[in-house]
């Protein structure tokens, strides 16, 4: 932590390098609210397979979130158990926003796309306005851009090979 001896003068990271590094662990964790939204959104509207596949698809990229988190934090001077503990604790959030958002679809099934369209823009909004630029910093923009394009792909083959699941599952349920 940045503080200050009579003697020895300033001592620790900076302020500034400080400041940035809980910006963006405050940004993740404010994202994995719309997240845990969705998924809860995702479970009321009855389908479990695509409940399922979404929560599926969020928890896989919750993974590398995480590790950022606690690379970052481990950056500016945390010892690794406590970056650790931050990093996962930012993703607690999650779940409080998954039983809000069945809460609130399961009350009416009317809410269901309203919910869905709310947790898929509040999702993109935090990311482009905070994460993007956050990753685009100080010539990292080749390696965030090939991780966005990346993420985006298996995010669609999951999503493809899972619809694929629960088609031929419905589709067996209607030959019975």
Do not use: C
Not at 7 to 26: D, H, M, N, P, Y
């Amino acid at each position: 932590m940045p503080h200050e001896h009579f003697i020895k003068g300033v001592e620790g990271q900076s302020t500034q390098a400080l400041k940035r590094t809980w910006l963006f662990v405050f940004a993740i964790a404010l994202h994995n609210v719309p997240e845990g939204l969705a998924i809860g959104v995702g479970y009321a509207g009855g389908d479990v397979v695509r409940g399922s596949a979404l929560a599926t698809g969020i928890a896989i990229q919750d993974i590398p979130e995480g590790f950022v988190v606690a690379m970052a934090l481990a950056v500016v001077g945390y010892s690794r158990k406590t970056a650790i503990i931050i990093g996962m604790a930012s993703g607690l959030v999650e779940p409080v926003g998954a039983l809000l958002g069945a809460a609130i679809v399961s009350s009416s099934a009317a809410l269901l796309p309203w919910g869905l369209g709310f947790a898929a823009g509040a999702m993109l909004f935090v990311v482009s306005h905070e994460i993007i630029p956050e990753s685009h910093r100080k010539g990292h923009e080749v390696f965030a851009t090939s991780g966005l394009i990346i993420g985006f792909v298996v995010m669609m083959m999951l999503d493809t090979a899972l619809a694929d699941a629960s088609s031929e599952k419905s589709s067996d349920k209607t030959a019975v």
